[in-house]
């Protein structure tokens, strides 16, 4: 058990700063001086360029030798200094960026943790009986292909345009300040039903069609072909199942995250939704260059973390993993 | 030295093609895909217009004319989705044969090398690959490349789709490595290169073409994302980024859905048309998969 976390835990730390290494490297790699490049690229009305550029000559400290520069980047790091953002200029990255997180959490937990339960539980009854195999599945295999911002964009001409009965844009109405009243917090939810929504069908849809394989595959398998034979009910049958094809779905998890975590910012952009993923969109359309690098650190923080979380439910449910990542998988 | 004597490798291969034959999920699947290639290859027979021409009213719902309707400046949707699907088979395509040469090649070298240094560091390479999203090291690179073409976007997103691919080719490698024939390849001394290419891969060549497939859809959408947000190639067309053209100048809420529905739909069709056909072969190709699916 020990081994295994340790293992995982190298891999996670590995993953950190090769992030951040990246992170430090690619501006230095590209053609070309980064911030001539970036002051390029800048240059809209009102922005003193002066002064940016000296911001920037103080952030590369391109004059210092590599290691010089590359120290420098873990420490201000560590000490949670991630840069001042351009386009919200003064307001420091990290801010910007504490503001935006609370929006994608309580959109995201909901989303997984929902479509998680609720697609295992379709994917396994319709394994089970024919006739909601042959009805629901055509449908949840076209939704489990569906890009998630084409479903946003479904859903918001659907309910928003054409039935007008909820908003397309935005977390709040600009009338109400966020509060912790009933008011706000039902302005909230109407905002927030549509993007959730659409994250949570496509990826309902992706667990059902999963699950509905993996139980028809127990169903197959021996142990389920001798409860059978010994007269079990067909009830207890199918909590086996279903036990069984779980454990690969609480794996799978961490392998759809990547595509999850991509479909959550086109969908934040579609509904303008201010979460990580449309401040991202903001950064990139404004050239914010600092801000763009800290959505990304904070993108593998939470990749990281989620995966972690993930081997933490996997190891409590099967103590068979410690054999996968110290012996053979076969 | 396989112990399968031709006869059998002739009859299990008729057995294969009887059950594609059968299958309306791989034909119904294959049958879309061909369309729109064809399609997007013959676009300027099938339209006259190209996709910046200002073909028509502004504005215009779909229409015998504009069978897609037309944009906010006029242009034809139809014809900009037929451009645009060649943008998506291409990077598709190319993402596609990256990732599954990267994911097999290295997932060849650590099921053989299974459980040693090779191994370890080629699944730590995996896991780390995995973590990071494509989206977000894509973000970093496009915030400093001034020109980006399909040629990156393909390359970009098959050197990130690789990890996957690699797990998959590694655990069947696994299991295949421990069969007498491998062994027997092994103490003659062939080479570990001719060994994986002709005891390991040829074994393998169905389920490479699976994984092939399903990289290819995973491609299509990673590519579509992307385009979507504003990182795609900064010249051209493609599906994603007709659909960022209709969010950015929000079609949604001046009404113009079929702008950003129908290639959409068209999108949502071809991804699930490339997952009914892996799906479809996987059942023709596994007897494992088809006979549960004879038990049920």
New interface residues.
């Given amino acids: 058990m020990k081994r295994f976390l340790k293992k995982k835990l190298i891999i996670y730390l590995v993953t950190i700063v090769f992030a951040v290494t990246l992170n430090w490297l690619i501006p230095r790699l590209m053609p070309g001086d980064p911030i001539s490049i970036l002051l390029s690229r800048l240059g809209g009305p009102g922005t003193d360029q002066a002064q940016i550029e000296s911001f920037f000559r103080r952030s590369f400290q391109l004059d210092r030798p590599w290691y010089e520069q590359y120290l420098n980047y873990w420490k201000s790091l560590l000490t949670g200094d991630l840069g001042v953002s351009i386009y919200l200029y003064p307001k420091p990255v990290a801010a910007v960026i504490g503001d935006a997180i609370p929006y994608d959490l309580l959109l995201m937990f909901p989303a997984i943790l929902g479509s998680w339960f609720i697609g295992n539980r379709v994917g396994a009854l319709a394994a089970h009986s024919r006739k909601t195999d042959s009805r629901v599945m055509p449908l949840l295999y076209a939704l489990s292909a569906a890009p998630y911002f084409w479903l946003a964009v479904l859903l918001a001409w659907f309910f928003g345009i054409l039935l007008g009965i909820t908003p397309v844009q935005g977390a709040s109405s600009i009338f109400i300040l966020p509060s912790l009243t009933p008011a706000y917090i039902l302005d909230f939810l109407h905002h927030w039903l549509l993007p959730f929504l659409s994250l949570f069908i496509v990826m309902a849809g992706q667990w059902a069609v999963g699950m509905r394989n993996l139980v028809l595959y127990e169903r197959g398998s021996d142990y389920s072909r001798y409860l059978k034979s010994l007269g079990a009910s067909s009830k207890l049958i199918r909590r086996y199942t279903y036990r069984n094809a779980l454990l690969p779905q609480v794996s799978g998890l961490s392998i759809r995250l990547g595509q999850f975590l991509a479909g959550v910012v086109a969908t934040e952009i579609v509904f303008s939704y201010p979460g990580l993923g449309y401040l991202l969109y903001r950064a990139i359309l404004n050239q914010d260059y600092f801000l763009i690098q800290g959505c990304f650190l904070f993108i593998v923080l939470f990749m990281v973390t989620a995966n972690l979380v993930v081997d933490l439910i996997y190891m409590l449910l099967d103590p068979r993993v410690r054999m996968s990542l110290t012996g053979e998988e076969a | 030295m396989k112990t399968a004597g031709p006869p059998r490798v002739i009859f299990s291969r008729h057995e294969a093609v009887l059950a594609a034959f059968s299958s309306p999920k791989l034909f119904g699947g294959l049958f879309f895909i061909v369309i729109t290639l064809v399609l997007s290859i013959l676009a300027p027979l099938f339209t006259p217009y190209t996709p910046e021409q200002i073909a028509g009213p502004k504005e215009a719902p779909p229409s015998a004319a504009h069978p897609f309707g037309t944009t906010l400046f006029g242009r034809d949707i139809f014809s900009q989705t037929l451009y645009g699907l060649g943008a998506t088979f291409g990077v598709g395509f190319f993402g596609g044969l990256i990732a599954t040469l990267l994911g097999a090649g290295l997932g060849f070298l650590a099921g053989y090398y299974?459980?040693t240094l090779i191994d370890e560091l080629i699944m730590?390479a995996v896991?780390?690959f995995?973590?990071?999203?494509?989206?977000?090291?894509l973000?970093?690179?496009?915030?400093?490349?001034?020109f980006r073409g399909f040629v990156l976007e393909a390359v970009i997103v098959g050197l990130f789709n690789w990890p996957?691919a690699a797990r998959a080719v590694r655990?069947q490698t696994?299991?295949l490595k421990n069969n007498e024939y491998v062994n027997l390849s092994r103490i003659s001394a062939l080479p570990v290169r001719k060994l994986v290419w002709q005891d390991i891969a040829a074994n393998m060549f169905a389920y490479l073409i699976l994984v092939f497939i399903l990289q290819f859809s995973g491609c299509v959408?990673?590519a579509?994302?992307l385009d979507?947000?504003?990182?795609g190639p900064t010249r051209g067309l493609s599906l994603g980024m007709v659909?960022h053209e209709?969010?950015n100048w929000g079609a949604?809420?001046l009404?113009l859905?079929w702008w950003?529905?129908l290639p959409?739909?068209v999108?949502?069709a071809l991804?699930?048309s490339f997952?009914?056909v892996a799906t479809g072969l996987d059942e023709a190709l596994n007897p494992r998969l088809r006979?549960?699916?004879g038990?049920?």
């Fill in positions: 299974g459980g730590m896991n780390v995995l973590v990071i999203p494509l989206i977000a090291v973000i970093i690179i496009s915030a400093y490349l001034e996957w655990s696994l299991s959408l990673a579509a994302t979507f947000i504003g990182l659909l209709a969010v949604i809420n009404g859905w950003a529905i959409g739909a999108l949502t991804i699930l997952f009914m006979r549960v699916r038990v049920i």
